[in-house]
């Protein structure tokens, strides 16, 4: 059932990165007037003559101009020093046979429009989370699951036969609201299937599956260079999800909280059955089930100073991970060299990251980690300062070097922070309060491709070093602050707002360290509540 779960990811993260190439900007100048049969590439001698008589040389960028033309002058057929704006434009075939750009002509005053475009993308993820994230609590996780599988294969495909720009941004915006609820459906449904010991492993490993869903996106890309075909490739497997209809089981947590008893119990004797473990028949059938907390919403964990602060240093640390993490995978088209191997090395550290997560999760504790991955991504952004205002072009790979190093750090501090916040909200608004970490992190994620896209508004060495600065210092501070949070590695977690306001506190009677369950399964002759905590 967890593996199903993780597979959910793949065409997920297909309809949030694939911005990278459907909305690619290859090399382009404005197409010489009069001429209806130009090309970026060069037809010949005669060519390369029109091309200086009619287009602007640019000796600071080294370039035709993409924006301008010399003005003609009907009467005595020559060209004026005069320029004006152009309205057509040729681009290189050289990477892209097409992309949404070219065919619409998204450049010069209308480049904003992409950074709408992407904005819009994660906009969908925002209000997925706030729509559809909720309704999970409501219609079960499984049919959430259901209802963004089929939502996303549909608009997704729809995107391929557009050919303006308002379909599109609505129709990517469709895409990502379905492809968000059923990312954190399956993201619910996988953590509640596993015990404390194994929610390390739960979390990271499906941000694993994330990063295969990275590199088969590149692969895929590299071999489909027309963006249509592209996008219809990557709306497929969405398609195929819609099998674990008949393939997944409803959430046991989620059907015990609707008091749908006998449907959990069936699903529990079955993984009970099938890795041989002997369950007394009270246990079985659920009987006495004692849930604390009920009636508890989200927002009485801001009713509490001390929980307050606390939910503001996870929302800002939710915000930044994704800023970053989004910001410098977006940005690996505006980096030099191969954008390919540039995405591709941007998967392999991701990979990485979350391989040195496993191994440290639980011995160096969340907190230390979240700080210092944060921070790791910051001091790489800010560095890269340096090369940029005082090398050359031949030291652009140190540049792609510390912009791979701030992704390993992002990629960790966002892993982390997702389990963070599972073992940080009490039980009874643990889904609630992911789902408003989610949302937060759509901020992030909204503001990140304009600040990635800012260098299309200045000009100079800052259009590069800007964005990445910007990154590297929210990084900073926000890792600073994830200090003030309590370590949750190895803890018996909050089930109330009550226990969450006592968790973490020093010699106090309701703090102590996780212990084996098995032996207290039973309390005055009850069952222990149903929580997160306790494995099925």
């Given at each position: 059932?967890?593996?199903?779960?993780?597979?959910?990811?793949?065409?997920?993260?297909?309809?949030?990165?694939?911005?990278?190439?459907?909305?690619?900007?290859?090399?382009?100048?404005?197409?010489?007037?009069?001429?209806?049969?130009?090309?970026?590439?060069?037809?010949?001698?005669?060519?390369?003559?029109?091309?200086?008589?009619?287009?602007?040389?640019?000796?600071?960028?080294?370039?035709?101009?993409?924006?301008?033309?010399?003005?003609?002058?009907?009467?005595?057929?020559?060209?004026?020093?005069?320029?004006?704006?152009?309205?057509?434009?040729?681009?290189?075939?050289?990477?892209?046979?097409?992309?949404?750009?070219?065919?619409?002509?998204?450049?010069?005053?209308?480049?904003?429009?992409?950074?709408?475009?992407?904005?819009?993308?994660?906009?969908?993820?925002?209000?997925?989370?706030?729509?559809?994230?909720?309704?999970?609590?409501?219609?079960?996780?499984?049919?959430?699951?259901?209802?963004?599988?089929?939502?996303?294969?549909?608009?997704?495909?729809?995107?391929?036969?557009?050919?303006?720009?308002?379909?599109?941004?609505?129709?990517?915006?469709?895409?990502?609201?379905?492809?968000?609820?059923?990312?954190?459906?399956?993201?619910?449904?996988?953590?509640?299937?596993?015990?404390?010991?194994?929610?390390?492993?739960?979390?990271?490993?499906?941000?694993?599956?994330?990063?295969?869903?990275?590199?088969?996106?590149?692969?895929?890309?590299?071999?489909?260079?027309?963006?249509?075909?592209?996008?219809?490739?990557?709306?497929?497997?969405?398609?195929?999800?819609?099998?674990?209809?008949?393939?997944?089981?409803?959430?046991?947590?989620?059907?015990?909280?609707?008091?749908?008893?006998?449907?959990?119990?069936?699903?529990?004797?079955?993984?009970?059955?099938?890795?041989?473990v002997t369950m007394a028949d009270k246990m079985a059938n659920?009987?006495?089930?004692?849930?604390?907390?009920?009636?508890?919403?989200?927002?009485?964990?801001?009713?509490?100073?001390?929980?307050?602060?606390?939910?503001?240093?996870?929302?800002?640390?939710?915000?930044?991970?994704?800023?970053?993490?989004?910001?410098?995978?977006?940005?690996?088209?505006?980096?030099?060299?191969?954008?390919?191997?540039?995405?591709?090395?941007?998967?392999?550290?991701?990979?990485?990251?979350?391989?040195?997560?496993?191994?440290?999760?639980?011995?160096?504790?969340?907190?230390?980690?979240?700080?210092?991955?944060?921070?790791?991504?910051?001091?790489?952004?800010?560095?890269?300062?340096?090369?940029?205002?005082?090398?050359?072009?031949?030291?652009?790979?140190?540049t792609m070097v510390l912009s791979l190093v701030g992704k390993?750090?992002?990629?960790?501090?966002?892993?982390?922070?997702?389990?963070?916040?599972?073992?940080?909200?009490?039980?009874?608004?643990?889904?609630?309060?992911?789902?408003?970490?989610?949302?937060?992190?759509?901020?992030?994620?909204?503001?990140?491709?304009?600040?990635?896209?800012?260098?299309?508004?200045?000009?100079?060495?800052?259009?590069?070093?800007?964005?990445?600065?910007?990154?590297?210092?929210?990084?900073?501070?926000?890792?600073?602050?994830?200090?003030?949070?309590?370590?949750?590695?190895?803890?018996?977690?909050?089930?109330?707002?009550?226990?969450?306001?006592?968790?973490?506190?020093?010699?106090?009677?309701?703090?102590?360290?996780?212990?084996?369950?098995?032996?207290?399964?039973?309390?005055?002759?009850?069952?222990?509540?149903?929580?997160?905590?306790?494995?099925?």
């Amino acid at each position: 059932m967890f593996l199903l779960t993780c597979l959910v990811s793949v065409p997920t993260a297909f309809h949030v990165l694939m911005s990278v190439f459907v909305l690619a900007v290859p090399d382009h100048r404005c197409a010489i007037p009069e001429l209806d049969n130009d090309t970026y590439a060069s037809q010949g001698p005669w060519h390369d003559e029109l091309i200086n008589r009619s287009i602007p040389w640019l000796s600071q960028k080294n370039m035709y101009s993409q924006c301008e033309v010399f003005v003609k002058d009907v009467t005595q057929r020559y060209w004026s020093n005069m320029t004006r704006k152009c309205d057509k434009w040729v681009y290189s075939k050289e990477i892209f046979t097409s992309t949404f750009v070219t065919e619409v002509n998204m450049v010069c005053d209308d480049i904003s429009f992409k950074t709408y475009a992407i904005m819009a993308v994660m906009g969908g993820n925002m209000v997925g989370s706030l729509i559809l994230g909720p309704l999970a609590d409501v219609l079960g996780r499984k049919k959430v699951l259901l209802l963004g599988t089929i939502g996303q294969f549909a608009s997704g495909l729809a995107v391929a036969f557009v050919h303006s720009y308002v379909p599109f941004v609505i129709l990517k915006f469709c895409a990502t609201f379905f492809g968000m609820g059923l990312y954190l459906a399956s993201y619910v449904i996988g953590m509640e299937l596993v015990g404390p010991r194994k929610r390390k492993y739960a979390g990271i490993i499906k941000e694993c599956f994330w990063v295969l869903g990275h590199f088969l996106l590149i692969a895929i890309a590299y071999g489909l260079r027309d963006w249509r075909h592209l996008q219809i490739v990557l709306s497929i497997p969405s398609f195929l999800i819609i099998s674990y209809f008949l393939l997944l089981k409803e959430s046991p947590r989620w059907l015990v909280s609707r008091n749908r008893l006998q449907e959990a119990s069936e699903i529990i004797k079955i993984a009970a059955k099938t890795n041989n473990v002997t369950m007394a028949d009270k246990m079985a059938n659920l009987k006495e089930i004692e849930l604390d907390g009920i009636g508890e919403k989200v927002w009485h964990m801001m009713t509490n100073h001390v929980l307050l602060i606390r939910c503001l240093v996870i929302f800002s640390n939710w915000i930044v991970s994704s800023m970053v993490y989004y910001g410098l995978s977006l940005n690996v088209g505006n980096l030099s060299g191969d954008l390919y191997l540039n995405f591709f090395l941007s998967g392999v550290v991701e990979l990485l990251s979350y391989i040195l997560c496993l191994i440290f999760l639980d011995k160096a504790g969340r907190k230390l980690l979240q700080c210092l991955f944060m921070l790791t991504a910051g001091a790489a952004c800010v560095c890269t300062l340096f090369p940029v205002l005082y090398g050359n072009k031949d030291l652009s790979w140190i540049t792609m070097v510390l912009s791979l190093v701030g992704k390993f750090g992002s990629s960790a501090a966002f892993a982390i922070i997702y389990i963070y916040t599972v073992e940080l909200f009490p039980t009874v608004m643990r889904n609630s309060g992911l789902g408003l970490c989610s949302v937060m992190a759509r901020i992030g994620g909204i503001l990140a491709p304009y600040i990635a896209d800012i260098g299309h508004l200045i000009s100079g060495d800052m259009a590069v070093v800007l964005p990445i600065l910007i990154f590297g210092g929210a990084s900073i501070f926000a890792g600073l602050l994830a200090l003030l949070l309590p370590e949750t590695a190895n803890k018996m977690l909050p089930d109330t707002v009550e226990d969450a306001k006592n968790f973490g506190r020093k010699n106090n009677k309701r703090s102590f360290n996780l212990q084996p369950l098995a032996s207290n399964s039973e309390q005055n002759g009850k069952l222990k509540p149903f929580t997160m905590d306790s494995p099925i």
